[in-house]
Structures are given as structure tokens and as C-alpha cells.
């Protein structure tokens, strides 16, 4: 069962496929000045006097990893905030990576910066130890949002950031934006994206506010604070992708928009399924079709790293048909979608693929499914993981967990 007059791929394609051929790293940095109210990820604040430590073990655990098969395609440093690290503790984790691990000549070596941090010497410095793509986590510019949201910059701040990477020569530049706090109006978000834009930058990545378990944001929301307004926060998604699209910067995932060439190599290898190494407290892992992530506290990461032991606190294998499901899950944040294959026929032939069908919510194309109302897109993931395998014997989709612990 198909359906067409999806509208046409805002990516390519078969970029998109080849990167579930493609291999990477993920490195993970925990560092931060302060933790944002809303952060739910492996982070510390006012920790810097472990960094030295950090980075040693980080070397370890690359040098005790066995490599892929292949040259890694792409190196990205995330936290947390890496740019907290010196140029010169960055460079140290790349050439470990590159002498265990092969670093591809022309691989994508992205890194996340907070605009307080960035300097030209700074900027100079990560170029010159080879990281070529820097996401600038501006948020907004608007002051008073970024008060709210606990950031530690300002707008102008943020601008002068985009201008220094670009004057350092950064291959590709991206700007992280967040809507939907209660004390942002449409207005405000409207101007926070034509600012953005108006820095030339190559790529855009804006994200809604998520009310997550157990940050301070939850607490205060459980208080009685508001909440973000669902409604607000899909007015502001469209209007985000509009301006974004009229200025050549083409939607290639849910919350991701690059001008040509400058989709993200890391995220596309994991949307595709493909292997990628993780380092660091937190940090996951793909690898022979076993996901596996490490121990969430600093402290434990680093006892474990520098008496000689593994770093991982748990890990779990998904049968053919939860591999299957898997596939087409990632594979649909992607504006180009996926290839429909046996889940994807499973979904068009099922009551609820149907329906969403029937709402324009799924379009269906040239040997392709995708999501047509990205807003819409967990429904989908919900209605593709509830599907039953067509084969029995292909299983059923469970995860096969091997005992962890849930602290960390």
C-alpha cells in the first residue's frame, strides 16, 4: 500500500543511506560552567580540576577500544560543553583517535561550544588541531529568554561567537536554537531565527523545550510554574523552517537545517543505523549490532577507566524484527526518509499506518516513507514499535539487556 504527493526530499537521499555504511566517534565532554535547568544529560558543573584526569582517561579507553573496520568518517565532541576543554587536551583525544582508531583525511570533526567560552585563541587553536565544524550553543537571542533559560552569555555574545568561528575558517558553522519557554513570544523566537540566519551560518538546529524527569525545570513546572505550551511551541517549528528554507538552509531532519554539504556527517551515521564508538562518562555506543553505553558518573567513568576497567555499565541487542523496527524509527527523522522495507510495508498495511496515511501524516513514494507532518513524528515511532513482525520467527522486537546500572 503507497500513497504519493509527499513533498520532495529535502536532503539527498542516497547520502542518507551511505551513512549507514559509514563509521564514527562520539567523545563526550561533561564539563560545564553551570548546568542549565533544563539539561537532563552526563554533565558536571564547577568541576574543572578532574578535566586533566578526564582526558587521560579518555586517551585509556581509546587506546583499550579495538577499532572498526574502517577509517572513522566522522569525530564529534559533545557534552556537556567541550569547549571548556583547552585547544590543546582536544588536540591530545584526536591524535589518540587518530592513532588507534584512523581519522579519514577528509572526516567531519564537529565540536559544541558555548559562546562565553569561545576566543579567537580558542577558535584558532581547535582549527588548527583539526576539528573543521563547531555547533554554537546560542539558544536565543533574546536576553531575556536566555536568563531564563540559565544561560551564562548574552545576545551579543552569541553573535560574536558565529563571527569568530567563521572568521577562523571553520568549514561549517552551525547555531543551536531552543523555543518554547513560557517568557518567549512568537515575536522574540521569529527574531532569534532571523539573527541566526543572518550570521551566514550553514547550518541550524532548533529544538522545543522538554519538560525532562528530575531536571530543576521539572521541579519548578511540578511547583506550578508554566509549562511550555505545545501549541506555541508547533507555531514556532513552522515558522523556524520557513525562514529557514526562504534563506537556502534545507530541512534534513526533524530539527536540523544545512545548506547544501553541510548536513552533519555523526548524526546522519546514526540515523542510518551505522557504527559509531562512544568515550567519555554517558557516552553510547554501536558497535557489531550491540548498543552499550558507560557508567553516567564522572567519578565512577574515571575509578573504573584508571584502575584497568571497562567503562561500560550496560548494553542490549535487538532481534531482527526490533533491528528491523529500529531501521525505520531513525530512519524517518530524516526529511528524505527511509526505504520502506518489511516494517515499513508492515506499518502502510496496518489500521493505524492507514489512518496516519489518510491524515497526511505519512506519504509514501518511490520505494520511500516519510513523515510529512514532522511534528507528528513520535506518532509514527509509537505506531512502528507497537507493529507485530509479520515473520514470528523474525522475534518480536525485544531488547536483549544484559544487567546494567540504571545510576550510572
Known amino acids: 500500500m503507497t500513497t504519493d504527493g509527499a513533498p520532495p526530499p529535502a536532503d539527498d537521499p542516497g547520502l542518507s543511506d551511505a551513512a549507514a555504511g559509514m563509521v564514527a566517534a562520539y567523545v563526550h565532554v561533561p564539563f560545564c560552567r553551570r548546568v542549565c535547568p533544563y539539561c537532563d544529560f552526563a554533565v558536571v558543573a564547577g568541576r574543572e580540576e ?3 584526569r578526564y582526558v587521560d582517561a579518555l586517551v585509556a579507553e581509546i587506546e ?12 564529534a565532541f559533545g557534552g556537556g560543553t567541550p569547549s571548556r576543554l583547552p585547544a590543546a587536551a582536544v588536540s591530545r583525544v584526536l591524535e589518540a583517535l587518530r592513532a588507534v ?6 572526516a567531519e570533526v564537529s565540536l559544541e561550544a558555548n559562546p562565553e567560552d569561545w576566543t579567537p585563541s580558542l577558535a584558532g587553536a581547535l582549527a588548527d588541531a583539526g576539528v573543521d565544524r563547531v555547533s554554537l550553543g546560542v539558544q536565543s537571542f533574546d536576553a531575556g529568554v536566555l536568563e531564563w533559560l540559565g544561560r551564562a552569555h548574552t545576545p551579543e555574545q552569541g553573535a560574536a561567537a558565529v563571527a569568530e568561528a567563521r572568521r577562523a575558517g571553520f568549514r561549517s558553522v552551525s547555531v543551536d536554537l531552543i523555543f518554547g519557554s513560557p517568557v518567549e513570544s512568537h515575536a522574540s523566537w521569529q527574531q532569534s531565527v532571523a539573527a541566526a540566519i543572518g550570521l551566514e551560518i550553514d547550518h541550524l538546529s532548533c529544538y522545543a523545550l522538554t519538560v525532562e524527569p528530575g531536571t530543576p ?4 513546572v511540578r511547583a506550578g510554574a508554566p509549562s511550555p505550551d505545545p501549541d506555541a511551541q508547533a507555531d514556532r517549528y513552522e515558522a523556524a523552517w520557513e525562514a529557514a528554507g526562504a534563506a537556502g538552509l534545507q530541512r534534513y531532519e526533524t530539527s536540523n537545517a544545512a545548506r547544501p554539504g553541510h548536513a552533519c556527517v555523526y548524526n546522519l551515521v546514526t540515523w542510518a543505523g551505522g557504527e559509531y564508538q562512544g568515550f567519555g562518562n554517558g557516552a553510547h555506543r554501536h558497535v557489531g549490532g550491540i548498543r552499550s553505553w558507560n557508567v553516567r558518573r564522572v567519578d565512577r567513568y574515571l575509578e573504573r577507566v584508571e584502575t584497568g576497567g571497562r567503562a561500560t555499565s550496560g548494553e542490549e541487542r535487538l532481534d531482527a524484527w526490533g533491528r528491523e523496527q529500529e531501521r525505520l524509527v ?7 526518509g527511509a526505504v520502506i522495507g518489511e516494517a515499513g510495508s508492515a506499518l ?3 489500521p493505524e499506518g492507514a489512518r496516519l496515511v489518510a491524515a497526511g501524516v505519512l506519504a509514501a513514494g518511490g520505494g520511500r516513507l516519510r513523515v510529512a507532518r ?3 513524528g ?5 505506531a512502528v514499535l507497537g507493529l507485530d513482525p509479520p515473520d514470528p520467527s523474525a522475534g518480536d522486537g525485544t531488547l536483549r539487556a544484559e544487567p546494567r546500572e540504571p545510576a550510572g
Open 217 to 220: 525545570l521539572s521541579r519548578s
Open 64 to 75: 583499550a577500544t579495538p577499532p572498526l573496520d574502517r577509517p572513522l568518517d566522522a569525530v
Open 330 to 336: 531513525l530512519g524517518l527523522r530524516r526529511a528524505s
Open 50 to 52: 578532574l578535566a586533566a
Open 101 to 106: 582508531h584512523r581519522v579519514a583525511p577528509d
Open 348 to 350: 502502510l498495511d496496518s
Open 374 to 376: 514532522p511534528l507528528l
Open 378 to 382: 513520535d506518532a509514527v515511532a509509537r
